[in-house]
């Protein structure tokens, strides 16, 4: 490969991974040998904050930098899927994977997309290994090869990685740089029956301190209320599921290093979302509770970047970045402009990967949305607005950092509320686009049915069925 080319690039994402299920991130009871790896051969940001605490909405936000009230994609997509009548929910807004294609890259896709019509590439893919939607069983997993549906008999985590090796053997013979997606759809659910016993026997004594099973949450689901046997079963499987997925992105990095394509390769590994596996009484992500709640550890998602000699080794990064960042970064990484820059909510934080933050980095703040849930977030403070009645949730994060102690009623934080509010008014005002904005959308952590806004023409499109299970 021509050295001055650009990059390849490899873009590893896991779905519902917490920002704690990682060995790097200080937990000694998860083991995951590569992605620790990984981090000592990069940066590892500590402050990475999706878009939206479920998966569509944020894996949307990520693909095309804009936030959920600019996409139209307000929940996990439940309709549109495939079989189920496709929709292309992101049709006529600009990708990133369409300006690398634009500009040389082949770009490819081996596992989880769910963004709609999952039966065709989009986005500038040439290569389209799709789940038909986004999640289900480990065996017999639903796959869309060439544009027809397949049920893949083995351990699908491993299958993934077949196909984007596959995709990396034929790629590093091109004199084209490559993009490829490899997205697990580990350590999703369904934890129990569902992974190689020999992960499993990994956890069989694990304390699971990680996870402290705490009193439900007062929002959770009755549905969450388990006995404490099948609840560990559910910890070993969530855990055996992590370290499978880890064992596979260990396949990934020794064929680029076998294939000598490592030092020009940014391997990019994220979650879509955060996820609760007992913390604050919860299990589940944003949607693990009604109202939907906007928890760190739902927000947060493990987030490493990796292309040695170009980005620094061992490095930690405390600046506060979103999934909304992602896009301009990564086009000013690899030297492509966006057209519609001016228009996204997003900025570069290619600085942090280079190990320079800035204090323009360092001070900003992050917005997250789900539906009619929004949150602003600095360094020492969080702020919760649920439209239209509430409630809210104001967090001193430097002296409660476990967000335990709502200060909304507080006299004393009165200003610091309204001062977090009105930003929070003003940024959203300044993006959320009117025809989609989910201040004024349904949505209950239920699933998307179809279009948001007047797109849909009236059609229901967003299901209440969660909450029948509500306590």
């Known amino acids: 490969m021509n050295p001055s ?158 196909d984007a090796l596959e995709f990396i053997d034929r790629q590093a013979e091109s004199p084209q740089p490559f993009y490829l997606s490899v997205h697990y759809t580990a350590p999703h659910s369904p934890w129990i029956g569902n992974h190689p016993q020999a992960y499993l026997d990994l956890y069989e004594d694990c304390a699971f301190e990680s996870c402290p099973q705490e009193p439900h949450h007062p929002w959770s689901y009755k549905t969450q209320n388990e006995p404490p046997e099948k609840v560990r079963q559910k910890l070993i499987g969530y855990f055996a599921a992590v370290t499978a997925m880890d064992y596979n992105v260990g396949r990934i990095m020794e064929r680029i290093d076998k294939l000598g394509l490592r030092e020009h390769t940014l391997i990019c590994f994220l979650s879509d979302n955060g996820f609760n596996c007992g913390h604050h009484g919860i299990w589940g992500k944003g949607n693990g509770t009604f109202p939907q709640n906007m928890y760190d550890s739902s927000v947060k998602v493990p987030a490493i970047f990796s292309q040695p000699g170009t980005i620094p080794q061992g490095a930690v990064s405390e600046a506060l970045v979103s999934g909304y960042d992602w896009m301009p970064t990564l086009l000013e990484y690899v030297g492509i402009g966006n057209p519609e820059a001016e228009r996204l909510p997003g900025r570069s934080f290619l600085g942090s990967l280079r190990g320079s933050d800035t204090d323009e980095r360092d001070n900003v ?58 930003r929070l008014d003003e940024w959203f005002v300044r993006y959320a686009d009117p025809a989609v904005d989910g201040s004024r959308e349904p949505v209950t952590g239920s699933g998307q049915m179809n279009l948001a806004g007047p797109a849909g023409r009236g059609a229901r499109a967003f299901s209440d069925t969660y909450l029948k299970n509500l306590r």
């Open 365 to 422: 703040v992050v917005f997250d949305e789900y539906g009619p849930v929004r949150m602003i977030r600095s360094r020492e403070w969080k702020y919760v607005h649920r439209y239209p009645y509430g409630p809210h949730e104001l967090y001193d994060l430097t002296g409660d950092p476990g967000e335990r102690h709502n200060l909304t009623d507080a006299e004393d934080y009165r200003g610091q509320l309204e001062a977090m509010k009105a």
């Open 5 to 162: 080319a650009k990059p390849n690039i490899v873009f590893i994402m896991t779905d519902d991974q917490g920002p704690w299920a990682l060995g790097c991130a200080g937990n000694k009871e998860i083991q995951t040998p590569n992605l620790d790896r990984l981090a000592a051969e990069g940066v590892r940001l500590d402050n990475f904050f999706c878009a939206s605490p479920v998966c569509s909405p944020a894996r949307a936000s990520l693909l095309t930098g804009r936030i959920p009230s600019q996409h139209g994609i307000h929940d996990w997509i439940e309709k549109g899927n495939a079989a189920d009548g496709a929709i292309e929910y992101l049709q006529d807004q600009l990708a990133y994977t369409e300006l690398l294609a634009q500009n040389g890259y082949v770009c490819g896709l081996s596992g989880k997309w769910h963004l709609g019509d999952s039966m065709k590439p989009q986005k500038g893919f040439t290569h389209w290994y799709a789940h038909e939607s986004g999640g289900g069983p480990y065996y017999n997993a639903p796959m869309i090869r060439d544009g027809a549906l397949v049920r893949e008999k083995d351990y699908i985590t491993d299958v993934i990685t077949d």
